[in-house]
């Protein structure tokens, strides 16, 4: 009888231990489990944020343009002086390097001068080859003096005075870096950095977009003359040596909108862009740097640009330092 009941107890004590191993059993496992979840938390949330991150940056450039991640840094007054543009440069590059490193891939930069009237009557008459020069009256008869003064018998002094005859055109000279190897010349050539003589004031090559060349009937070869303002004593002298239309304008370079550079319009008063049947588009005429600020720059004391560098980012490099 006590033997039975011992091994009774005995059985139940094991049996209780062994109910008991699996309840520890599970219990463990799950604050195993628990322990598992919890260190892993921290991982798992970051991983949720890079992918939300990344996902984001994805969303943006789709929606979008690859533009869209691009650095940009304006500076709203530049003197066209070389040495105060080369500054702008270096503090540029010293803002964006430390900052975001490789993510960088190119910087482009663009000058814009103020406005200028563009005498577009001398275009032709200043070209016209085939005719002496025939001396014209009142202020016109002190530019044809000085032109033939440069030019001897050159023809390009055939001209009556573009400010009183000519019809002017708002416009603006501006210099793009890189801009040869995002366009195909159509006509003519780049523009050169040799500084050429003009009357009161310098000469410069330029080149325009196509569509802009056929809506003011610009041919290469042509002389238009430019002053800063109605009465201002300097002209300077725009040979246009080269026509051109960009090769892709979904490249970055044209920052998602090539006529904003190469078919640009004034604004309206509300600041929105003024369509075509309102207004002529600006003259833009490209030129190299050094005719910008060696010639116009030194010609038109106290001349100001307007400044933009545009960083293109990598789109996969900047998703890495976004984690």
Known sequence: MNSSNSVSIIRLVFGRIRSDLRLIAAIFSGM???IT???GMPIYLATLEKQS???AIESAVEKNSLSHLDLNISLPFLPLDSERINEADSAVSDSLGPTFGTVVTVTQRHIKTSIFSFSLSATKTLLSSNDSPTPVDGASDDFLSKCLAVFETSSLCNADSAEENGILHDGFFQHLTSLDDHVIYVE?????????????GPMVEASIDTELADYFSIEVGDVIVATPSMDSMVHIGVRVVGIFKPTDETDAIWKGDSKSFTYPFPPSEDDTVTRPEDLPPYLA????????????GLAHA??????????HVDLEKFKEWSR
């Open 32 to 34: 195993l489990v628990a």
């Open 37 to 39: 979840l919890i260190s």
């Open 53 to 55: 991150i990344q996902g």
């Open 188 to 200: 003519g050539a780049p523009p050169s950095y040799e500084l050429l003589r003009f009357v009161d």
């Open 285 to 296: 005429m490209f030129i190299q740097e050094k005719p910008l600020t060696q010639g116009i």
């Open 302 to 311: 106290g001349s100001v640009s307007s400044a933009t560098w545009f960083s």
